[in-house]
């Protein structure tokens, strides 16, 4: 059974860090590019962040870069984001997801998905 779970969410104010992590079970880890998406109440999910776990390519949002940072342990299976400089308006759901191959940051590319983690940034 494929499973993702996200862990490391909270609330934090603004200019602080969190780390999101996204531990994989039941596919072939190094076969797949993992993503971080997020989602706020009446808009769409946004592609954040992704990493090819086989070459390491790594693909970032205008929004996030030279904030967020995506890394894996592939000997742990897990992916993490490293989320620095944070403002009011990263305050989302965040999701991480599975597609087998290529580095893709559409949503309705992704095979699989976690369930999803509570990021609250304060003023």
């Known amino acids: 059974e494929v499973q993702l779970v996200e862990s490391g969410g909270g609330l934090v104010q603004a200019g602080g860090s969190l780390r999101l992590s996204c531990a994989a079970s039941g596919f072939t880890f190094g076969d797949y590019t993992i993503g971080w998406f997020r989602q706020t109440p009446g808009k769409e999910r946004e592609g954040v962040s992704c990493?090819?776990?086989?070459?390491?390519?790594?693909y970032y949002a205008d929004s996030v870069k030279g904030r967020f940072t995506i890394s894996s342990d592939n000997a742990k299976n897990t992916v993490y984001l490293q989320m620095n400089s944070m403002k009011p308006e990263d305050t989302a759901v965040y999701y991480c997801?599975?597609?087998?191959?290529?580095?893709?940051?559409?949503?309705?590319?992704?095979?699989?998905w976690g369930q999803g983690t509570q990021v609250t940034v304060s003023s």
């Open positions: 990493i090819s776990t086989s070459d390491g390519s790594r």
């Open positions: 997801a599975a597609v087998r191959g290529v580095l893709v940051i559409y949503a309705d590319e992704y095979d699989y």
